[in-house]
């Protein structure tokens, strides 16, 4: 790692500034690929998975049939198996917890007011192939989607494992396809004959599939938020386990070589010994080329107090952040721009990637400033509703006409001066007519 000594503040934006990815460069590329799959459809997805992915989808077919996703449980270990059926139950249990009853507000006499989550009807999961089948991810974005009651659940990925095929059956996926990059973006915003088109677009990917969903979002299609390189900010003192804190720095750096890996310290004891550790740990990974790299590009930050690291790591807003120290909880509360936090020396980040039942689609590269990571809410909308009595409305009629008036919209003024009025008369009807003396 690149060791910095104790850095003033005016150089802190150089030194956590995220590379500059070239997006006009790419959406060059991808934009003519959304076009060709709006216009051409199923046809277009097959020409493409035969450019890119050199798959045959005249062979194989465009839909995974539910007899091959019932097949897929036969497939797969019995461990791994329930392996994945804890994870699924924990990230259940976590977002499930999330659901908000109705709750009638009465703002004054007469006047109430609500609000309601209904799931939005058709969403699409991408989920990309590459050397490690994502299956985590759809347990991540389809029990949310369970639970919101989203009506049509839409699987893209080109992998073909079958740890995915059974997630994907867990979480109750209505339709799955083979399809992969940024066609399989496009098919899912635009529809094509088999493909529904849907509403929302969740799931990570490459540059061109994070293009493709930023050009599609222009288009009014929703998507779960912008994505960057995945990435992990630790913050470590004396109190740490060096062997532990140099195992979660690689844990993501084997995500790819554009990973970001950060380590901030108060202590130089402690930095020495994650660096004389990393090597070792590093040379016995599958992945340890791809992790290699991300290391070098890393850097461990040297600071004065445990101010100064508070500071730096909030101006950082890590994916996630790792408080390996001492009263962790307290620092935790100290933290205001983070994506998930990750107390002690006992909570690796992989229990949130994997089985904890935290999300682990998260806000990347500093987006955690504005952005939450993927939850319940994330799958579904919030529609209010309000319902006024007529005393209600003789309450807050006056204010409204007032508040009309001033901007000077005068039919917002008479929709409820007409109502009054007719009130009014109304009572007028009712009110028995005094017999003189």
Known sequence: MNIIPFPARAEWPALLARPVQSSAQIEQVVAPILQQVRDQGDQALVELAARFDKVDLTQTGLVVSADELAAAESQLSDDLKAAIRQAYQNIRTFHEAQKQPVEKIETMPGVTCWRRSVGIEKVGIYIPGGTAPLFSTVLMLGVPAQLAGCRQIVLCSPSNHPAIYYAASLVGVTHVFRIGGAQAIAALAYGTESVPQVYKIFGPGNQYVTAAKMLVAKEGVAI????????????????????????????????????QVLLVSTSKKLVSAVN????????????????????DNSKAILVDTADDAIDLLNAYAAEHLILSVADAETVADRIVNAGSIFLGNYTPESAGDYASGT?????????????????????????????????????LGPVVEAMAEAESLEAHKRAVSLRLAALAEQITEETPNETPR
């Open 359 to 395: 999300n682990h689609t998260l806000p990347t590269n500093g987006f955690a400033r504005a952005y939450s990571g993927v939850s319940l809410d994330s799958f579904v909308k919030k529609i209010t509703v309000q319902s006024i009595t007529p005393e209600g409305l003789q309450a």
């Open 224 to 259: 779960d938020m912008p994505a960057g390189p995945s990435e992990v900010a630790i913050y470590a003192d004396d109190t740490a386990v060096p062997s532990f804190v140099a195992a979660d720095l690689l844990s993501q750096a084997e995500h790819g070589a554009d990973s």
């Open 276 to 295: 004389l550790v990393l090597d070792t740990q590093m040379s016995r990974l599958p992945r340890r080329d791809v992790a290699a790299k991300a290391i």
